[in-house]
């Protein structure tokens, strides 16, 4: 059973635009909700995350959404660079919980 | 800093040849620690965690085992590789209650 759903598989955007992938959980045990970023061949690395307390969090051009009701949180990242051209994965855990759940990744490419 | 090793960085395997790959970690002590497999353009699948020496926890039944023999050494092992063992295989490794998983650069397997 898929966890963490994570909508849409790929996305264009252009320089300059704004990139939002979404994901919505099930398990409302969850709370904490890292996106991770991950360039070719290499391991994802930590972007940037939340915990239910807040609604939003913001790092630079890297925004988080948070809707605890709905069971969803987002990224959106303004302003998107062909550097931020990689695929991003959403994940939820619990803080006491052993492992994180991934959702299946988006595939984002910023075109100059 | 914490650093995380991962070796080889690809492997190209016959079909029923065994298997080793190795993760260790430097910086940090009693990490959690993490096999993940992602097939060709897909998400994060959780194969094997571990909290401590000796310690292995199994999420998807297959041909493929782990060891923890030392605190910061975790391997990934199959007696006979099959085709479908394929794939892009990365290693983690987390503080404990931090929720914050650090990923190696990862093996690329291919059973052939």
């Known amino acids: 059973q898929q966890q963490v759903k994570q909508s849409p598989q790929s996305l264009i955007v252009q320089k300059g635009g704004i990139s939002i992938i979404n994901c919505a959980y099930e398990n409302t045990a969850f709370d904490y909700f890292p996106w991770y970023q991950q360039f070719p061949g290499k391991g994802p690395a930590l972007l940037i995350a939340i915990r239910p307390d807040v609604s939003e969090k913001k790092e630079g051009r890297f925004t988080i959404s948070f809707n605890k009701s709905a069971k969803q949180f987002s990224l959106h990242i303004m302003d998107s660079q062909p550097g931020d051209s990689a695929t991003y994965f959403c994940a939820a855990s619990t803080v006491s919980g052993r492992a994180l759940t991934f959702g299946s990744g988006t595939r984002l490419q910023v075109q100059p | 800093s914490q650093t995380i090793h991962q070796w080889p960085a690809t492997l190209v395997q016959p079909v029923g040849s065994p298997l080793s790959l190795e993760c260790t970690v430097e910086?940090?002590?009693?990490?959690?620690l993490y096999w993940y497999r992602q097939a060709a353009g897909r998400g994060l699948q959780l194969l094997f965690y571990?909290?401590?020496?000796?310690?292995i926890s199994s999420e998807v039944p297959q041909n493929l085992s782990a060891s923890r023999p030392q605190d910061r050494q975790f391997i990934l092992s199959s007696k006979k590789l099959l085709l479908s063992d394929s794939g892009f295989y990365l290693c983690?490794?987390?503080?404990?209650?931090?929720?914050?998983?650090?990923f190696g650069a990862g093996t690329r397997l291919s059973v052939l």
């Open positions: 571990s909290v401590g020496i000796g310690q």
């Open positions: 983690a490794w987390e503080a404990r209650r931090k929720n914050i998983q650090y």
């Open positions: 910086g940090t002590s009693n990490p959690n």
